[in-house]
T-cell receptor, first 112, second 114 residues
């Protein structure tokens, strides 16, 4: 296992299009997090899964955002009808109970 | 409100010198964890060090140590003998007991000068 993997690394999309990102966590980790990070800022929490259950969602996660983690393995984050304000780095992290979170390299989204 | 504050937006340090990055936090939880992560220009968040709120001794990991002062609610990162490869953004984060999310500071950009 080489760590948390995120795909794609970069995505450029036109405003109004839908995009989907994928995160493959470390295989034995049961917790998976999505964060958004804009330039010059720390990450902001978006949502959290324990196994396949989505246990917490930030108010930042508007109706255009949806996340899934079928079968408690990989996770997808979809953004519908993208807006320029969605441009950011989207980070995925996984962890076992009460250990540090391991992050993927992120997906950088640019909405033009 | 739960919050992390990093008051140093940027720092320049001479190679081989020690550097302290400041972090203060605010929480009403009794149990919490404090983390430091390094983010190089490649974008990946790299875990550096962890301190639990009930840990009596300051955490150390190689050249990294965490100066934990619970009464002052501070968790400063100390990097000894800085290296050029230490140049990066450094984030302090907290995991409160009351929820599952990590709360992050705004980061400090550290530049090591040769």
């Amino acid at each position: 296992d080489t760590g948390v993997s995120q795909n794609p690394r970069h995505k450029i999309t036109k405003r109004g299009q839908n995009v989907t990102f994928r995160c493959d966590p470390i295989s034995e980790h049961n917790r998976l997090y999505w964060y958004r990070q804009t330039l010059g800022q720390g990450p902001e929490f978006l949502t959290y899964f324990q196994n396949e259950a989505q246990l917490e969602k930030s108010r930042l996660l508007s109706d255009r955002f949806s996340a899934e983690r079928p079968k408690g393995s990989f996770s997808t984050l979809e953004i519908q009808r993208t807006e320029q304000g969605d441009s950011a780095m989207y980070l995925c992290a996984s962890t076992w109970v009460n250990t540090e979170a391991f992050f993927g390299q992120g997906t950088r989204l640019t909405v033009v | 409100a739960q919050k992390i504050t990093q008051t140093q937006p940027g720092m320049f340090v001479q190679e081989k010198e020690a550097v302290t990055l400041d972090c203060t936090y605010d929480t009403s939880d009794q149990s919490y964890g404090l983390f430091w992560y390094k983010q190089p220009s490649s974008g990946e968040m790299i875990f550096l060090i962890y301190q639990g709120s009930y840990d009596e001794q300051n955490a150390t990991e190689g050249r990294y140590s965490l100066n934990f002062q619970k009464a002052r609610k501070s968790a400063n990162l100390v990097i000894s003998a800085s290296q050029l490869g230490d140049s990066a953004m450094y984030f302090c984060a907290m995991s409160p007991d009351s929820n599952y999310q990590l709360i992050w500071g705004a980061g400090t950009k550290l530049i090591i000068k040769p």
